[in-house]
């Protein structure tokens, strides 16, 4: 009962691939052990995207729930909830609006690196994708959650949320709001199968973890490797080789994959033998994925969430009650 | 039950002053027999420029209350509610924010003229207040008002709303968000008895619905009317008198009033019996408000706004039910 608070989640936008797999996947089911760990899915930040697209969001939910059972989120460890049903959450973004100026926003180095991206141009910057930090904030206060993993791309968000904290503690005299610490990810994202960009379903270069093993098979062996290697006795590149780049990630023995960078660089060690070891690897880590996600019920997946949500809930109520105490606005349920 | 819905409230930072009475008390006190009137204590709003400061509006709210109910605001007829109380209306604004960009409500003309006034300077614009027209566009279309009495500096904050009505209701091809009328108040502001601005709490310049008669008396007495008037036998003028814009308010008959001014603008009428009918005036008005209040027991206003935020509360609950159906994300209500 004394455990941390951690708290994670996901945008539902697709399914998960091997790069969510390696960055956040992974560390969670690790994390539940240690933590009381949320694991919250974020199908309203995802509409300050997908606004205009919203069955994107809808029709991905349950996909995402299957994914992170099927790799070892346990329910029982980790709570999993939806963000849409925790009305406590933009009530506490509303109260935090009034703590962030629009130009402390804008210098965010998360939201300007988002800006120059995403390109709204004369269209202009909704206020929601402006205000989204506050939105994260909101998130992680209500759970008062001490422990966020994260890239490093993000750590500016949880610096904007922990000067919320300082402000309303301050500001109110109270120390009901907890900063929370960045859990830094070790591992570096995952680069797509065509060794262009990071893997994402947008680019359509992800290896999905609901992906069937033919597509898989498919996907291993279209991997960009190094277009000079082109007979087998030929010396090979390693650098931006895609093979070697995903061996690195998934395969266990890592003296082994030494001595084959060696054979490879060399010459000798055709792409075709790389291709089929990096699948038996991707195999042998999807099979019992796919088979726990066959295994999966729409309404135990439902169940999940619904459970996970109503627990959530409830402690998010409980927050939002210390702030509006705080603030001196809770006429009623005193 | 066919009544149309009209919306309306204040932002309980002080008792409410003659301003409000001839501004939007009175109108009100009509507008409730003909429509199905909801008045909302904002204080969530208030927050947007009380929140280093919040207990003005804990200190001010029941006596905002007291105000309605004394000047005759009917809760049988009006439901009165507390917007803290309403967690539907940040859910939906959060929706909300997602259709409106920062230029656009930067470029909103109440907004504009706002900013001007407050002048935030160095600090920078607070989101909260910048997103505040989207707060007001939550509040109207949660109730599905239809109309909306304001003054006519308020007519850009009915746009914005309307606007983002027509977005939404075509972006998700549904129409569960009802256009909003604005119904423009007749009476001019009420000029502070200083006759320097508008009558305000805070230029103390104001007669309110609670003050004893004594303190409305001494008031009255102190009113700027023509510092070149010295002698009863003096002209004196009309124009920027206090006693006589506040007689035209308040005094019943007109055709008396017209005469007043004349023998005053010729000579021979003094501002001690011009005074004195001016006090004699608002003494017969507010003393009946002064005692409806005196009999006004805490618990009944509480009640009063208690049950009005239920009532608020399940109706704002059922558009927010139809926003996220529209929108497609909701999961477990259906």
């Given at each position: 009962?004394?455990?941390?608070?951690?708290?994670?989640?996901?945008?539902?936008?697709?399914?998960?691939?091997?790069?969510?797999?390696?960055?956040?996947?992974?560390?969670?089911?690790?994390?539940?052990?240690?933590?009381?760990?949320?694991?919250?899915?974020?199908?309203?930040?995802?509409?300050?995207?997908?606004?205009?697209?919203?069955?994107?969001?809808?029709?991905?939910?349950?996909?995402?729930?299957?994914?992170?059972?099927?790799?070892?989120?346990?329910?029982?460890?980790?709570?999993?909830?939806?963000?849409?049903?925790?009305?406590?959450?933009?009530?506490?973004?509303?109260?935090?609006?009034?703590?962030?100026?629009?130009?402390?926003?804008?210098?965010?180095?998360?939201?300007?690196?988002?800006?120059?991206?995403?390109?709204?141009?004369?269209?202009?910057?909704?206020?929601?994708?402006?205000?989204y930090p506050i939105s994260q904030a909101a998130d992680i206060t209500a759970f008062k959650a001490e422990v966020v993993p994260v890239g490093e791309d993000q750590l500016p968000l949880i610096e904007q949320c922990n000067e919320i904290v300082r402000k309303f503690n301050r500001l109110y005299g109270v120390d009901c709001l907890k900063e929370a610490k960045a859990h830094l990810s070790q591992t570096a994202r995952l680069v797509g199968i065509d060794g262009k960009a990071k893997a994402s379903k947008s680019l359509n270069n992800a290896i999905f973890l609901s992906d069937s093993a033919d597509i898989?098979?498919?996907?291993?062996?279209?991997?960009?490797?190094?277009?000079?290697?082109?007979?087998?006795?030929?010396?090979?590149?390693?650098?931006?080789?895609?093979?070697?780049?995903?061996?690195?990630?998934?395969?266990?023995?890592?003296?082994?994959?030494?001595?084959?960078?060696?054979?490879?660089?060399?010459?000798?060690?055709?792409?075709?033998?790389?291709?089929?070891?990096?699948?038996?690897?991707?195999?042998?880590?999807?099979?019992?994925?796919?088979?726990?996600?066959?295994?999966?019920?729409?309404?135990?997946?439902?169940?999940?969430?619904?459970?996970?949500?109503?627990?959530?809930?409830?402690?998010?109520?409980?927050?939002?009650?210390?702030?509006?105490?705080?603030?001196?606005?809770?006429?009623?349920?005193?």
């Open positions: 009962m004394c455990k941390k608070v951690a708290l994670t989640g996901d945008r539902p936008t697709g399914c998960l691939h091997l790069g969510h797999y390696i960055g956040t996947l992974q560390s969670r089911v690790h994390l539940q052990h240690e933590y009381d760990q949320y694991v919250m899915i974020a199908d309203v930040q995802a509409l300050t995207d997908y606004f205009a697209n919203p069955s994107k969001i809808s029709d991905s939910l349950f996909e995402v729930v299957a994914d992170y059972i099927s790799v070892g989120i346990d329910p029982e460890l980790t709570t999993i909830f939806v963000q849409s049903e925790i009305s406590a959450l933009p009530e506490l973004m509303m109260y935090y609006m009034n703590l962030v100026t629009t130009s402390r926003l804008e210098r965010n180095p998360t939201v300007k690196t988002e800006l120059q991206q995403k390109n709204f141009g004369g269209e202009g910057i909704p206020a929601g994708f402006l205000c898989v098979k498919q996907k291993v062996y279209s991997m960009f490797t190094d277009p000079d290697h082109i007979k087998i006795s030929d010396p090979g590149k390693i650098e931006g080789n895609v093979v070697f780049t995903y061996l690195d990630a998934f395969y266990r023995d890592k003296s082994e994959i030494e001595s084959l960078k060696q054979q490879y660089q060399k010459g000798g060690l055709g792409d075709t033998a790389l291709k089929s070891l990096l699948n038996e690897t991707l195999q042998s880590l999807l099979s019992p994925i796919r088979e726990k996600r066959k295994s999966l019920r729409r309404d135990y997946l439902y169940d999940v969430i619904h459970h996970g949500s109503i627990k959530a809930r409830a402690i998010a109520n409980e927050t939002l009650r210390e702030v509006k105490d705080a603030i001196g606005l809770n006429f009623f349920n005193k």
